[in-house]
């Protein structure tokens, strides 16, 4: 269980989410008056950018009852509903979306295909389907050097690194849409800053133990803890603590449409 405590998740990448959304948005071309599915809704950030900025309707639906209770009291009085599911088997009817999307959540369903395949099914015909993940072994800057510090430190560390993620480079989600039976597919970089007030405030989110690598400090003991947290220092090249850090998360995104006919 990596995803449990939303505020603490929050914290440490969903205000990254929230950034990543309106350009996944944009890049999914989602339209006034769309019926939108948030695949893996997490704390809200994308279905809360969507209702913000367009007038659409979005349903959420993620496995976590604490993430979509966190979602649930962002959402008040906003023309969204977040649903506890699985997106494996969605619970909804066949072609009863516009647009189906799924932001930083591919690479933490058991079985992407299916997730994919029930995308397809929810979203009628000639509707969009588009999706986000970070590039972790390179472009996502923070997880990427927080895993190479790992590894350096603890070889044994090495099956955990989110490189090994299946969908974090160039083409693999293109691929899965491909698979899918998806048409017109396109793929593109998307990427945000990130900005620390100091080496801290990007160290401290990963000791609430949220997502593999807060899972993996919770593991850690209190020396190994604090050998990782100054290896993650030299990685970044941050010298002084106190120093603020700006570096870049990239994510691949991709879109496709579901056949006319
Ligand atoms: C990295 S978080 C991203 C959440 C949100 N989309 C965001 O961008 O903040 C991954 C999410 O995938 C969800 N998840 C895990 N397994 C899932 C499944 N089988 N179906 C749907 N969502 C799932 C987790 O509960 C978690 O909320």
Known sequence: MT?????????FMGRWSRRLAPLLIDFAGVREGDRVLDVGSGTGSLALELTATRRVEVVGIDPSAAFIEHARTRAAGRPVRFDIGDAQALPYEDASF??????????????????????????????????AVWDYGEGMTMLRAFWDAAVALDPAAEPRHERH???????????LWAESGLQEIEETALVIPMEFASFDALWAPFLKGQGPGGAYVAS?????????????RQELSAGDSD???????????????????
């Open 165 to 175: 993620m299946p969908y974090c480079r160039r083409n693999q989600l293109s691929t």
């Open 3 to 11: 995803f449990f405590d939303a505020a603490a998740y929050e914290r």
């Open 243 to 261: 120093q603020p850090i700006r570096i870049d998360a990239r994510a691949w995104a991709v879109r496709g449409n579901t056949p006319q006919r």
């Open 220 to 232: 850690l003991t209190p020396d190994r803890r604090q050998a990782l947290r100054e290896r993650l």
């Open 98 to 131: 516009d647009t189906s999307l799924a932001l930083l959540v591919i690479n933490h369903i058991p079985d992407p295909r299916k997730a994919a395949s029930e995308m397809r099914r929810v979203t009628r015909r000639g509707g969009r389907i588009a999706a």
